[in-house]
């Protein structure tokens, strides 16, 4: 059941419901819904994930796996295999966690990744450099 809790009578709803639920004993799982992934995120992401392609020799994929097998929460495991997030179901925090940590682990790598604000104020000359290099990725 997902409900906004900004409306009263969802708020009532929410209540009832879980009264309901605690009085029969039932086992739940309660979370905040987040947004989606905003295509901003998922841009300035593809941005990053190029560049850095660019800088290692490694295609748009090649560069995508390695980072979110570097990174330790985009790994998860199950049935004692390790398995990778896909960035397409990350919620705004999520992603922002990762594109944070790209550029960490860039930087510590020698690679300089710019900020949001740094891309929209660079973007055609960033947007060129990806370009001219397409063909690699």
Not at 13 to 27: N, R, S
Request: glycine share 2%; proline share 1%; net charge positive.
């Amino acid at each position: 059941m997902k409900l906004n809790l900004n409306k009263p009578y969802a708020q009532n709803k929410a209540i009832d419901y879980l009264t309901k639920l605690i009085e029969g004993g039932k086992w739940i799982e309660l979370k905040e819904i987040r947004k989606s992934r905003t295509l901003r995120q998922n841009s300035y992401l593809h941005v990053l994930i190029s560049l850095y392609s660019v800088y290692v020799g490694n295609t748009l994929e090649e560069s995508k796996t390695d980072l979110k097998r570097l990174c330790e929460f985009m790994r998860y495991e199950k049935n004692n295999n390790i398995y990778l997030k896909s960035t397409a179901k990350l919620n705004t925090k999520e992603l922002t966690e990762f594109i944070e940590w790209v550029r960490n682990y860039s930087s510590m790598n020698g690679l300089y990744l710019p900020t949001a604000e740094e891309y929209l104020t660079n973007k055609m000359e960033i947007d060129q450099e990806i370009d001219n290099n397409k063909k690699y990725l």
